[in-house]
């Protein structure tokens, strides 16, 4: 886990090096990605008794498949930790609405991601969770300047029955661009 994604906090003074260390660590894991499994659904028998931290970290190793929905929407886990999913998205034309800014639609499947995947690092084996409910606020809108951008979800709570989560969209700026929370069930998973 890298330092800066440690926090949902902004850095106090962004440097003119975040966006160059950002696409570098992009490029390595696309180049991880790459040489793994591919996207795709994992099964009972690539998952075994894992846990939903060392789930993640496989998946993040290209040792189990990444989800399809990253290529369609152009954006990748970066990070991955206990509570902590950080996923970064690059905007582009395809992603935009008619009036030339990324769709509201992207940056709710962003940062549903890092909330989703923050609270799947905290799940036991053979436990699984939904969603059961999304909050976000769109406070800047992304332009076609904006050339990445990253969900950083963190766990606030993991019960047996309910957990709860927040992340921030920002830019390697520190251009905070939304922020959400989540609320997810969470059950055991049917067995076979």
Known sequence: MTQTTATLSPSAAPRASDLERWLAEEAAVHERLGQGVGPGVATRAQIGQKN??????????????????????????????????VFQGRPGPQHFNPMGTVHGGWFATLL?????????????????????E?????????????????????????????????????????????????????????AG
């Open 52 to 85: 939903g931290l060392e789930m993640m970290q496989a998946m993040l190793r290209g040792e189990l498949p990444y989800a399809p929905i990253a290529q369609t929407l152009d954006f990748s886990l970066i990070d991955i930790g206990e509570g902590l999913a």
């Open 112 to 132: 549903d991601s890092a909330l989703g995947c923050a609270i799947h690092t905290r799940m036991l084996p053979g436990r699984g969770y939904t969603t059961a």
């Open 134 to 190: 999304l909050g976000i606020n769109l406070v800047k809108a992304i332009t076609p300047k904006v050339q990445r951008v990253r969900a950083i979800g963190q766990v606030i709570h993991c019960g047996r029955q309910l957990a709860t989560a927040e992340a921030r969209l920002v830019g390697p700026d520190g251009t905070l661009y939304a922020h959400a929370t989540t609320t997810c069930l969470v059950f055991d998973l049917p």
